[in-house]
């Protein structure tokens, strides 16, 4: 009798390691794949939400200066309403001096040329995967798009814009700050 209840408590019923170990394994796998299409969605997010950067300025800044740019300023259009908020830099809204602020955690500038006839927006700390899709794309749809400058290289016209994309991942040479330039009038 008392062989028989050894017996009985050998045949209890559960996991074992190797099928736990097994189970976290995939849960590993399925996990690294999950962290790396999350990191590439982001990446994507913050390029597609610079080229919203952009052109949201731009736009504002044709609406309310019309051709003639003198005292263009970021702290001047975040007055006015002409631009959200959400692109200065966290704790310099409520200043006088607000920052602009990239999706990419750096900061940008805009500024009316030399002449006041048109003005530039430069950014700073973009990423060679987001340079090179912000350099690429087609900013020649506007009337007013004028150039845009990668890393001091020869400038990209509406023009010339077709024959640089090849040479577009030369331009953007650093893998984690480039600075892009574009003009518009």
């Known amino acids: 009798m008392f062989y028989k209840n050894i017996v009985k408590r050998k045949n209890q019923s559960g996991r074992s390691m190797i099928e736990m170990l097994g189970v976290l394994a995939i849960i590993g ?3 690294a794949g999950g962290i790396a299409g999350y990191t590439m969605a982001m990446a994507l997010f913050k390029t597609n939400k610079a080229m919203d950067l952009v052109k949201d300025i731009s736009v504002a800044i044709k609406t309310f200066y019309d051709n003639d740019f003198t005292g263009l300023t970021l702290p001047i259009l975040v007055d006015l309403g002409k631009v959200s908020s959400e692109y200065l830099k966290p704790g310099t809204a409520n200043t006088d ?3 602009g602020w990239t999706p990419f955690g750096s900061e940008f500038t805009v500024a009316p040329s030399d002449d006041s006839l048109s003005f530039s927006i430069t950014m700073q700390g973009v990423p060679k995967n ?3 899709k912000l350099g690429s794309t087609n900013w020649g749809d506007s ?8 890393n001091s290289s020869a400038p990209i016209t509406p023009n010339t814009q077709a024959q640089n994309i090849a040479n577009m991942l030369s331009n953007c040479t650093n ?3 480039n600075t892009l330039k574009w003009s518009f009038e």
């Open 29 to 31: 796998v399925l996990s």
């Open 97 to 99: 001096n607000p920052v």
């Open 130 to 132: 987001a340079c090179v």
């Open 143 to 150: 009337t007013s798009f004028i150039s845009l400058t990668i």
């Open 175 to 177: 893998d984690t700050n």
